[in-house]
T-cell receptor
């Protein structure tokens, strides 16, 4: 079955700097890669996703890149703000076919 | 507004007791999921359902059961609670009929403590 590895487990950045979180997956059939943000005391919430037919996707300050050959994908947050502090999860699945498999999460702290 | 709710939000129980956690969604989503979240393990899938009367085991299903008698609800039952089941439990729903996406919408979570 699918296995998703996520690094780093914790990340601290200065406000205004960029943050990058990386994930690798094992199943070459996976074609859907979402990222979720979890704020303290709340359930995870989707922030961006990408399908395997696309190499990069952007939404304002966040972007996701996908390298199908290497089986890894990354979340990039630019101009970080204190409200970006949260736990971020990557996940992978075969769209509409298998459940999401989540990475173990990255705790991002943005220091003002 | 459509939403997904979980109850109770906090529960303390004793070892060996049966416990049921409720999950209710008003989006009419076909798919529903139960996860547990533990420090160092992220989100691990317990059980999931792709429709009424459909249930499937996830990665960590031992000691848990679910049933899906209608679209809106997927209750999670711990048959005989164990201290190892102390965790935060999240329910989620999705609908693959939304073209090109399988976005999961999560509930607020239930913090369960087994003493």
């Amino acid at each position: 079955g699918e296995n998703v590895e996520q690094h780093p487990s914790t990340l601290s950045v200065q406000e205004g700097d960029s943050a990058v979180i990386k994930c690798t997956y094992s199943d070459s059939a996976s074609n859907y890669f979402p990222w979720y943000k979890q704020e303290l005391g709340k359930g995870p919430q989707l922030i961006i996703d990408i399908r395997s037919n696309v190499g990069e996707k952007k939404d304002q300050r966040i972007a996701v890149t996908l390298n199908k050959t290497a089986k890894h994908f990354s979340l990039h947050i630019t101009e970080t703000q204190p409200e970006d502090s949260a736990v971020y999860f990557c996940a992978a699945s075969i769209l509409g076919n298998t459940p999401l498999v989540f990475g173990k999460g990255t705790r991002l702290s943005v220091i003002a | 507004d459509a939403e997904i709710t979980q109850s109770p939000r906090h529960k303390i129980t004793e070892t060996g007791r049966q416990v049921t956690l409720a999950c209710h969604q008003t989006w009419n989503h076909n798919n529903m999921f139960w996860y547990r979240q533990d420090l160092g393990h992220g989100l691990r899938l317990i059980h999931y359902s792709y429709g009424v009367h459909d249930t499937n085991k996830g990665e960590v299903s031992d000691g848990y059961s679910v049933s899906r008698s209608n679209t809106e609800d997927l209750p999670l039952t711990l048959e005989s609670a164990a201290s190892s089941q102390t965790s935060v439990y999240f329910c989620a729903s999705s609908d693959p009929r939304e073209l090109g996406t399988d976005t999961q919408y999560f509930g607020p979570g239930t913090r369960l403590t087994v003493l």
